[in-house]
């Protein structure tokens, strides 16, 4: 398993990490990709917060969603940074996935064509990437098209290319004819003369796009270190949305971002994407499971609050934890 595991994962980013005092206990955290949508894990680290609670925490990037549900579902890491659908697929087919956390409740992506294509009736016939089939972007891709009257499952052929860059490139060379792209590689396309439909994001859909999963065996054995987890992670989001700057240059760093413009415009969409509270959108969840059960028939037995457990972000509530991260 651990060797399957390493042929799939696309960059062991945990090799960039400082190294750490002994004392820290050593957890490994899966990533979906590697995006702005997904780069608050990284300024979480680097600021040195996963340190303060006592986590030594090593990241690892796969190349989507259900490829990092292998791993998880494996034990190889403890917190999944992922989409809300690949916890309520893995759930539902038996795995003791849990959603502990929501930090990003609404649709990211913008959906990027080929410069011949202006409009959404042009993509009948055509081939859009996303990273994996069960993925968020596989679920994203037809919730988008649905809502502009395609039929995902007649209208377009949908193709997996693996994660970001893959899908990107697989645009600029002609093997595919649209992909939803999350900044910052969707403000290059646009300045690379690719057409932008839609900023999703701005469609308004409520959706579980970033979650923290864990399991239910891991909530039982290690609360405390759960509970300090999410708090590392929440003042990390604090620290992104007040310090501009200094998250401008963590996500220059890892997104290989030079271009001033860019780098902007992909920390105007972290900030409005952003939930700094990571409170799941129930109505959001509803959608993700709704989608979900039309592919997955074990699904239909449960209901969405089946794949939620907010008892430690209740706890940091009662604790006063939001009130003392503000002052």
Do not use: C
């Amino acid at each position: 398993m651990k060797r399957a595991l390493g042929l799939v994962i696309i960059a062991a980013v945990m090799l960039l990490a400082p190294r750490h005092a002994a004392a820290a206990e050593i957890i490994h955290v899966g990533l979906a990709g590697l995006s702005g949508n997904l780069i608050h894990p990284f300024i979480a680290r680097d600021q040195g917060f996963f340190q303060k609670y006592g986590i030594d925490a090593r990241l690892v990037v796969f190349e989507g969603g259900s490829v990092l549900s292998q791993a998880a579902i494996a034990g190889e890491v403890k917190f999944s940074i992922t989409s809300g659908p690949v916890t309520i697929t893995s759930r539902s087919q038996g795995a003791d996935t849990i959603i502990v956390a929501s930090y990003m409740n609404v649709l990211p992506y913008s959906m990027v064509t080929a410069k011949g294509i202006a409009g959404w009736e042009q993509l009948k016939g055509k081939r859009v990437a996303i990273s994996r089939f069960g993925s968020g972007t596989d679920t994203a891709v037809r919730l988008v098209l649905e809502k502009f009257n395609l039929d995902p499952t007649k209208d377009v052929t949908i193709v997996q290319l693996g994660a970001q860059p893959s899908r990107f490139a697989g645009l600029v060379n002609g093997a595919v004819d649209a992909t939803i792209i999350a900044p910052p590689f969707d403000i290059t396309a646009k300045k690379m003369g690719y057409h932008i439909l839609t900023n999703i994001a701005e469609l308004g859909i409520p959706y579980p796009q970033e979650v923290i999963e864990t399991t239910d065996r891991y909530l039982r054995e290690q609360p405390a270190l759960a509970k300090n987890f999410l708090k590392a992670f929440l003042e990390g989001i604090h620290y992104g949305l007040t310090n501009k700057d200094g998250a401008k240059k963590i996500m220059a760093k890892y997104l290989k971002i030079t271009d001033p413009e860019i780098l902007e415009a992909t920390y105007q969409s972290y900030a409005q994407t952003t939930d700094r509270r990571m409170l799941p959108n129930m109505q959001g969840m509803q959608i993700g499971y709704d989608e979900v059960a039309r592919r997955v028939p074990a699904a239909k037995t449960k209901k969405p609050a089946d794949y939620v457990n907010t008892r430690l972000l209740n706890e940091l509530e009662k604790e006063g934890f939001f009130k003392q991260l503000q002052k």
